[in-house]
């Protein structure tokens, strides 16, 4: 891990020392926790000048509960473009994302509903994350979008709409989390803004409290060249002793 965060170090130093020192300073420092901001985040997806972060809390008792991803982009951007640029797999029933979601975190696993009576918009109804990085299952329970499961028990899965509920939450210039009733089609980001996502088992449909202060999510750690290779060797040496042998 220790390893990844040196590019993140002298990205940010060349951004912020040459580039563009007063916007990067005024965005990096808009957060609603006093302790967490911009400049801790260290998995970034997407290119511009904007930058807004996405919190997800799964608040099912494996640790770190609550997790962190940054997105940047130019001109206009929606919490929903958010969410499918970061996520790496899942399903859309309806809308811009349909049949699938593709974005950038293949441990990231999210469901998405499109209520078209709104006038068309998205609804988070499930978010899973490989938490133990072995890879991500999602197993359908009896009532669909109500009691799913992660395949794997090291990893988070919840899902709920009137059996537990996924509560939405925004940060804009700083501000404290704000619940939002609308849902992440109609979320216009901001630069410097947050997206918040929390969990309760217990909570019905806008109810839920705010994210509680995230861990920086990693990329996947691939397994590194230097093993594949030794493995290969010993397989290698394991296949001429079993010829020899016979
Ligand atoms: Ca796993
Ligand atoms: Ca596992």
């Known amino acids: 891990m220790a390893h990844e965060k040196k590019p993140f170090v002298n990205l940010f130093c060349l951004r912020a020392c040459f580039l563009n020192p007063a916007d990067d300073a005024a965005s990096a420092e808009a957060s609603p926790y006093t302790d967490f901001d911009f400049d801790n985040i260290t998995y970034w997806v997407g290119e511009g000048e904007n930058q807004a972060a996405l919190v997800i809390d799964w608040r099912d008792g ?36 349909v049949g699938g979601l593709y974005g950038d975190d293949a441990r990231l696993y999210g469901k998405l509903v499109w209520w078209e009576s709104f006038g068309g918009a ?10 133990d990085n072995d890879g991500f299952g999602y197993e359908a329970g009896e009532y669909p979008g109500e009691d799913g499961a992660p395949s794997d028990e090291g990893d988070h899965y919840v899902e709920g709409w009137y059996s537990g509920y ?38 019905g449909y806008g109810d839920g409290s705010a994210p509680i202060t995230p861990v920086a999510a990693q990329s996947a750690v691939p397994i590194p060249g230097a093993v594949w290779l030794f493995g290969s060797g010993l397989m290698g040496i394991i296949g001429i002793r079993r010829k020899m042998k016979s």
Not at 66 to 87: C, K, N, Q
Not at 122 to 131: A, H, R
Not at 187 to 199: E, K, N, T, Y
């Open 122 to 131: 998205y609804t988070v109804s499930g978010i899973g994350y490989d938490l």
């Open 62 to 97: 494996k640790e770190p509960e609550s997790l962190v991803w940054g997105y940047r982009w130019d001109g206009e951007a929606t919490g929903a473009d958010m969410f499918a640029a970061i996520v790496g797999s899942g399903t859309a029933t309806g809308g811009p994302y």
């Open 166 to 203: 996924w509560s939405y939450w925004v940060s804009d210039s700083g501000s404290d989390w704000a619940y939002s009733g609308y849902g992440i089609s109609a979320r216009v980001l901001s630069d410097g803004s947050w997206d918040g996502w929390s969990f309760s088992g217990t909570a």
